[in-house]
């Protein structure tokens, strides 16, 4: 079962399931995903993970083996305005899904955490050792989520693993697209088809070309390491508690724009705004525990992170 897998993400995780012939179910409030997003013949129940009984009966229903969990709300930025509301869907909405897999006997799930768990290190290169220091409740939210796992395999059998990613982008098909508000490649991409220039926050970090760097990870990769992860729990292999997806190297915003215009042909020069507050100059993670357990990596360019994403946003 994939929870969450009528999102940007989830779509991708539940379509690599299907790649590799295994069957999956989705469970999905569609409160920002999108029924159109599901693949057919994959069984979407429309339902929140608060709902401990649904959440049990679809485990039971559709004989569910393991569980991919990505319902949540991932808004790092509005978490601040919203702490309760993002406490109540990613604490409390974990802690009602682990209980419905204890009723339902389903040992295996694979956690969607984040790189908010590390707010903003002091380091070049983040590790799963870097100290985690989450300065949003999204952010605090999913280490909480990662201890809710951590003290129910205590307590129950359970086999688990949670992935921290960083910048999820492009499309592994035209028929799903980031309909994020708030992520950059939408944001950049939505600029330049409506002939508005896109924004750069900040031009004067201590980075070579004075703009934000941080880590860039396709959708489709970071959709076969869920598959890795849970195929690798089913065969009853040992993994880490966590794993960083990231790429080792890092993109500037301003890298970005200039790959964006060779991509979409649109040369419009950016507008320099001020630096945002509490943006750190570079976040970039290392994925070598990734590709040494689940023998993952990043296998997309940035030009091919933006041209899929430009083709999918024009499907649209």
């Known amino acids: ?63 569910v083996a393991g569980v991919v969990h990505l ?64 300065e949003s409740p999204y952010g605090e939210s999913k280490l909480i989520g990662e201890w809710l796992l951590r003290d129910q395999a205590r307590a129950v059998e359970l086999a688990h693993t949670s992935l921290r990613y960083f910048n999820v982008v492009g499309s592994g098909t035209d028929e799903v697209v980031d309909t994020s508000p708030h992520n950059l490649f939408p944001l950049v991409l939505d600029a330049l088809a409506q002939g508005r220039a896109p924004r750069i926050n900040g031009v004067d970090y201590p980075t070579p070309d004075g703009t934000c760097v941080r880590d860039y990870v396709h959708v489709a990769d970071l959709a076969a390491a869920h598959v890795a992860a849970a195929r690798a729990l089913e065969q009853g292999v040992e993994l880490q508690r966590v794993y960083n997806l990231g790429s080792g190297e890092g993109s500037s915003v301003r890298q970005i724009m200039q790959a964006a215009a060779a991509v979409t042909g649109v040369g419009l020069e950016p507008e320099i705004a001020a630096r945002r507050p509490g943006d750190p100059a570079r976040i970039v993670a290392s994925g070598e525990l990734a590709a040494r357990d689940l023998g993952w990596r990043n296998t997309h360019t940035l030009h091919d992170m933006l041209a899929s994403a430009w083709s999918a946003r024009a499907a649209r």
């Open 71 to 134: 319902a949540g709300y991932k808004y790092a930025g509005v978490s601040v305005q919203r702490p309760l509301h993002t406490y109540e869907q990613n604490v409390t909405g974990t802690a009602s899904l682990l209980e419905a897999m204890a009723r339902a006997g389903v040992p295996r799930i694979v956690f969607s955490s984040s790189a908010a768990v590390y707010g903003t290190p002091d380091v070049d290169l983040v590790t799963e050792q870097t100290l985690t220091h989450p």
């Open 1 to 63: 079962m994939v929870t969450g897998g009528a999102g940007y993400i989830g779509a991708h995780v539940v379509r690599a399931f299907r790649e590799v012939g295994l069957d999956v179910v989705v469970l999905d409030d569609l409160s920002s995903g999108h029924a159109s997003f599901v693949p057919e013949g994959v069984p979407l129940v429309e339902g929140t993970i608060l709902d401990t009984d649904l959440v049990a009966a679809t485990l039971t229903e559709h004989a």
